[in-house]
C-alpha cells in the first residue's frame, strides 16, 4: 500500500518512499491491508485543506509530507462504517473542516482502499434507487394535495438541492419518509449538521424556521403513506432540531396518523432528552424511536451534547419506556475511532443498550472536524489511548449482545420486530 495525496491542482499523487498511516483518535498507526476495504460505490474523495499530511518512513516513524501536498479523505456512502481518520495534522490558524466523516485512504496495486466496514445493505437506501425520474412530478402531486402545507416546499428543498432520500421518499410514496417537526434544539451538538452555533463550519442542511402545525406533519404522513411501497413516517430529521420538544403538536400529529394508519411505522429519531414526553407520543400511536448517542460516560456525552435540561439518564429512559411498550428501539452511536472503541466505552455501550432495550444499534461515523473533536475532549482529559480499533468494537459488540442487529438504517416495525 502507498499514501495518496492532492496536488494543488486537486489531482491525485501516490507518493512513492513512504507508508500509508492513518489516526484513531491522537494516535498515529501503521496501515495493515486486512483494515481496508474498496471504494464503495459513491464514495467521494476531498483534500483537506489547511492539513499537512502525514505518512511513514522506512522505520515506521511519522513523518510531515511536502507542505504543497494535501492530506485526501474518503468521505463513505450511506451503510458504511470509517474505522480509522487520514493521518494529518492541522496547521496553525487553520480553519475548522467542514462537517463530514472523513475515512483514511490509500493506494494498493493501482486500486483506491479506504479504512471502513460495510456495515448495512438495506435495499430501501441503494443508491441507484434514487437515480430515477419522477421527483418533480411527485412534488407537484403533493402542492395539488396538500395547498397551503408548508412542509411541501421545505421537503421540496431537502429534496432537489440538497438531495436527501428521505425528503425525496415523502414525495415519492416509498419506504421512509421524514416528518421535519422541530425548529429549536435542546442540544448544542459539536457535529450538528443543521446549525453550528459558533458559524466556525457551514452546517450542510440548514435548520428549518417554521413549526409545522400537527394537521400539516398529519396532512404530510397521510400523503407519503397513501403510497403502496411506504412503511415509515419519522420525526427528527437532519434539517431540523429535536422532535420532542414539540410535545403537544407531536402527540396530536401522532394521533391523528395512526387514526388513519393502523399499520404504519410511526418512528421519531431523538437525541433522547425527553422520556415523558416519548411516553405522550407512544400513547397516541408511535412504535419505534432511535435514539442518538455518542457516549455513555456522562463528561463525553455533556462535552459533545452541550445538552441544557436533560442528563444521560433521560436517554437510556427513552429506550426504556419504547422497550417497555413493545416498540421498536434503536440506539443511533455515532462513532470515533479511539473513543467509541475503547474499553470503558465498551462496557458502558453494552450495559446501557441493554438497559433500553434497544434491539438494533445503527453503527454511524461522527461527522465532523476530528481535529476539532480530539482537541475538546483532550483538553478535558477525556480522549483514552486504549481504543482497540472500530472494527474490534464492532465485533466485540457483535459478541456481548446476542440478539442484537447490527446496521445502518431503520427498518419496519413488523420486519424489525418479527
Ligand atoms: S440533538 Fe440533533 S438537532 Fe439538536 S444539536 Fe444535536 S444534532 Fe443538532
Known sequence: ??????????????????????????????????????????TTLMHLPG???????SKDRP???????????????VGHLRTLVPASRPLPGSRRLPLYGYSAVVEH?????????????????????????????????????????????????CATDLRCYTAQNTFLRRYEG?????????????????????????????RMRFAPTADELAGMASFHLGGTDAGIVSFGQGCEGEPLTRDDVLARAVALIRNEHPAATIHVNTNGSRPQVLQRLIDAGC???????????????RAY???VGYSIEDVIECGRVMSRAGGQVCLNLLTFPGLTDSSAE???????????????????SLNCDHDWLIDVLAARGLLPDDGVGLAAAYQQLVDRLPGMTHGNFTRPVAMALD
Not at 51 to 57: K, S
Not at 133 to 140: K, M, P
Not at 346 to 364: K, P, S, Y
Open 1 to 42: 500500500m502507498r499514501p495518496i495525496v492532492a496536488r494543488p491542482d486537486g489531482g491525485l499523487e501516490v507518493l512513492g518512499g513512504f507508508r500509508p498511516a492513518a489516526r484513531s483518535g491522537g494516535r498515529v498507526l501503521k496501515l495493515d491491508v486486512s483494515q481496508m476495504i474498496p471504494l464503495p460505490e459513491g
Open 51 to 57: 492539513r499537512r499530511a502525514l505518512a511513514l518512513d
Open 63 to 77: 513523518v510531515d509530507v511536502e507542505a504543497d501536498l494535501l492530506p485526501v479523505a474518503a468521505v463513505l456512502p
Open 109 to 157: 496495486h493501482d486500486e483506491l482502499l479506504v479504512a471502513a466496514l460495510s456495515t448495512d445493505a438495506f435495499g430501501w437506501w441503494e443508491p441507484r434507487r434514487y437515480a430515477g425520474g419522477g421527483l418533480d412530478a411527485a412534488i407537484e402531486s403533493a402542492r395539488l394535495a396538500l395547498p397551503g402545507n408548508r412542509l411541501v416546499d421545505h421537503l421540496a428543498i
Open 178 to 206: 421524514a416528518l421535519p417537526a422541530s425548529p429549536a434544539c435542546n442540544a448544542d451538538c459539536l457535529g450538528c449538521i443543521s446549525l453550528q452555533t459558533d458559524g466556525q463550519a457551514p452546517a450542510p442542511q440548514p
Open 287 to 301: 412504535n419505534s424511536v432511535r435514539i442518538s448517542a455518542i457516549s455513555f460516560t456522562d463528561a463525553v456525552f
Open 305 to 307: 451534547y452541550r445538552p
Open 346 to 364: 465498551l462496557d458502558r455501550t453494552a450495559a446501557a443498550v441493554a438497559e433500553m432495550g434497544a434491539r438494533q444499534i445503527q453503527w454511524r
